[in-house]
Every structure is written in C-alpha cells, then in structure tokens.
C-alpha cells in the first residue's frame, strides 16, 4: 500500500464516528459493521481485530484531538517490532505483529509517519460539532474543515449570521 493509501486509510478510521442527523454515529458498531471495514480495509475481520481497531481508534481520535499525549498509544505497540529481511535482492523491514493487531499497528505507524513528515497536518474539523478529522495535504496547510461543502459553508453561514446580527443590534 502506498503512503497516500495507507493516509486514506488512517483517516477513514478516525471518521468512522460522525454525527449524523445530531447525534454519533459509528461505522465499526456492529459487529458486522465492524468485520465489513476491517475486510474492506485489508483485516481479516475477526472479533479481536475488530474491537483493537476500536480501541486504537478511541485513543487515537483523543492524540489527534490534544485530549491525550501521544504516549498513551504505547499500549497497543507491546510486541510488536519490525525485522530485517532479505526479499528479491532487497533489505525490507518486516512488521512482526500478531495478525488482530496487523491493521491498527500500521495505522498508528501510518500516523506516526504523518506526524513525523508533516507535523499539525492531522487535525480535527474545526466545527465544534463535527466529530471528523482531516488531512490538509494543502502547501499552506490552512484548511479547516473536514469539508467545505458542510462543515466550511456552515461555519461561514454561522459566522457571516453572527456578523449581521451584531451589527443589527
């Protein structure tokens, strides 16, 4: 999987838990919810991967957020480790995990390499009531939104109200 793949990929997980009609929803709930978007994704869909991936997605959401230090995503890193190998004439570092935490291990090492990369560039809406993330890929790193098309025109349409009805009064 490419980095900009295995990037969709971390976001469509941290997204999996919008608001929808007012309220939250979660598109790793059920458990066949949960199995569909583990397979859909690369994972075998078992129970276990399952609930990891919701785990990891939990504190992940909170890191992103600034609700909780990048640290406490350590638990889920015990016993993993990356090992060199010889394949095709070529060193490759191959991912030593057990396979229900195959798919949440590489998206915390998708984030860390985003991190790394390019710091403050996963980030959280900027609507308050919006529960979804973002990737600004933009040379200015100025987006906002998770989507300009609801998120964006919202917040401007409440900002521009607020401007007309202070200048009203």
Known sequence: MTDRAAEDVLLELL?????VRGSVSDALGTPAEGRAWARGH????SDDEVAFLVAVRGVLQ???????????????????????AIEDGRLEWVLQVPDTHRLA??????????EEARPGRLKPCGNPECRRFLLDRSKPNSARWCSMAECGNRMKARRHYQRVKGSQT
């Open 15 to 19: 997204n999996t838990t919008p608001v």
């Open 42 to 45: 690369g994972g075998s869909g």
């Open 62 to 84: 909170d890191v992103v957020r600034g609700r909780r230090d990048p640290e406490s995503l350590g638990a889920f890193l015990q016993g993993v480790s990356k090992v060199p």
């Open 105 to 114: 291990v590489e998206l915390l090492l998708t984030w860390a390499r985003v």
